[in-house]
């Protein structure tokens, strides 16, 4: 089936999203509708809070364009911010988490080439769906990433952020 002329709008009531204020996904592109070439999704993290504990995958390349606030990143130990405008490179295979290291509220999009992580991050938001150090190993396994709680708690304790 041919697409539809023209251009396509997903209107900002159209975006579907998980989680609660202070984090939260916005999907703006899943690999669904892209056949799995490319993901979109902006993520909208309360001050100080950590998106994910350290982690790595090994299928996707994730591109974080910050919109608003200040982006914290660690990849292989090294941390660098992003201020509005920075474009954050975090390559397949590589462990990092990335936190909002400001005291205003960040906005990032994340561009996942291809697609496919998204879809732990939609599970993960799943009502019920309770997952601890016990349990987020295997299921991170099922799309092809790891995590490592034990590297995550030097780094929420030294920026004092919430996990």
């Given at each position: 089936?041919?697409a539809?002329?023209g251009p396509?709008v997903l ?12 984090l ?21 993290l309360?001050?100080k ?14 591109y974080s ?8 990143v660690?990849?292989e130990?090294?941390?660098?911010t992003?201020?509005?405008g920075?474009l954050?490179?975090k390559?397949r295979?590589r ?16 561009l996942?080439v291809?697609a ?7 599970r ?8 601890s150090p ?5 299921l991170?396994?099922?799309?092809g990433a790891?995590v490592?709680?034990e ?6 304790e030294?920026?004092g952020?919430?996990f």
């Amino acid at each position: 089936m041919d697409a539809p002329k023209g251009p396509h709008v997903l209107r900002s009531a159209q975006v579907e999203s998980t989680g609660e204020p202070g984090l939260l996904d916005r999907y703006l592109i899943e690999g669904s509708a892209s056949g799995d070439r490319v993901a979109l999704v902006e993520h909208v993290l309360a001050p100080k809070a950590l998106a994910a504990p350290m982690h790595r995958h090994s299928r996707e390349d994730e591109y974080s364009f910050v919109l608003a606030g200040t982006l914290g990143v660690i990849e292989e130990g090294i941390e660098v911010t992003a201020s509005p405008g920075d474009l954050v490179t975090k390559v397949r295979g590589r462990w990092h988490t990335f936190w909002n290291a400001g005291d205003d509220e960040l906005r990032v999009l994340e561009l996942i080439v291809p697609a496919g992580i998204e879809a732990l991050f939609r599970r993960l938001a799943e009502p019920g769906g309770e997952y601890s150090p016990e349990t987020l190993p295997a299921l991170a396994a099922e799309y092809g990433a790891e995590v490592d709680f034990e590297a995550t708690m030097p780094l929420v304790e030294r920026h004092g952020l919430t996990f």
